[in-house]
């Protein structure tokens, strides 16, 4: 992951909800999908606090690389306003716009970055500064239903057990709600919530714990993806990134 990304997955990351909501600051929805005969769409920013805050939204292209998120900086699409301030209890429509073509045959994927900026000494209170990552999911030309293409495997990656998960598909995949069942049908959690997105052409790698090592000796592992539940066969590894 770049500099710039980190420390950006915070709520909109973390929270499978229509809203996220922290501080004052609402935010919704926390994911957006551009079809490829829309050029526009548009995110609403929500002052629920007693005081006045000021807002910045940036746009970030979204890949990934070695097994992690990486963000940086793009053009492709612009918003309107990028900059804000919002009075108690007012809202704010934010127009993501694309700028060019949309993709030909697999969705391209962007990072919406909301800001609260922190307040300055004349205006007194606690400077905390809150950010949240929204996804921008913009379809391709091809017409054909987008759908993730997923292969599961576990591998060593510096002494810990990880999941690694390739999307060889067209559209992206949220992976979410991961157990691990025994023989003897005994489900034990591995992640509660979202474990993240593999993007279309991407690999993704996540530590699982110790707990894990039981899936090289019968266990089977069980997920959500794209809110369907999903029993994937392992692929064991010994390799490391």
């Known amino acids: 992951m770049s500099a710039v990304a980190a420390g950006l997955w915070l709520a909109a990351t973390l929270l499978p909800f229509s809203t996220v909501l922290a501080s004052g600051l609402q935010v919704t929805p926390v994911s957006l999908s551009l079809p490829a005969n829309q050029a526009a769409s548009g995110l609403w920013l929500r002052n629920t606090g007693d005081a006045s805050l000021h807002a910045q939204v940036r746009v970030y292209r979204w890949s990934q690389e070695g097994g992690t998120d990486r963000l940086e900086p793009s053009r492709a699409l612009v918003v309107s306003p990028p900059m804000m ?39 007194g209170g606690l400077n905390f500064v809150l950010r949240y990552s929204i996804p921008v999911f913009v379809q391709p030309t091809g017409g054909n239903e987008l759908q993730p293409d997923l292969h599961w495997s576990l591998v060593r990656d510096g002494g810990h057990m990880s999941l690694a998960v390739r999307n060889r598909g067209s559209g992206h995949a949220q992976i979410s709600a991961v157990h691990m069942l025994d023989a003897a049908g005994h489900r034990q959690v591995l992640k509660k919530g979202l474990l993240g997105y593999v993007l279309p052409g991407q690999e993704m790698r996540w530590q699982l714990g110790t707990a894990a090592a039981a899936l090289n000796s019968g266990a089977a592992l069980q997920a959500r993806v794209n809110g369907e539940t999903v029993t994937p066969a392992l692929v064991p590894g010994a390799g490391s990134r």
Do not use: D, M
Request: charged share 20%.
């Open 85 to 123: 301030q919002l009075a108690a209890g007012a809202s704010q429509l934010v127009r993501v716009i694309r700028t060019g073509a949309p993709p030909a045959t697999v969705e391209a994927a962007y990072r919406l970055v909301v800001n609260e900026l922190p307040k300055t000494a004349s205006e």
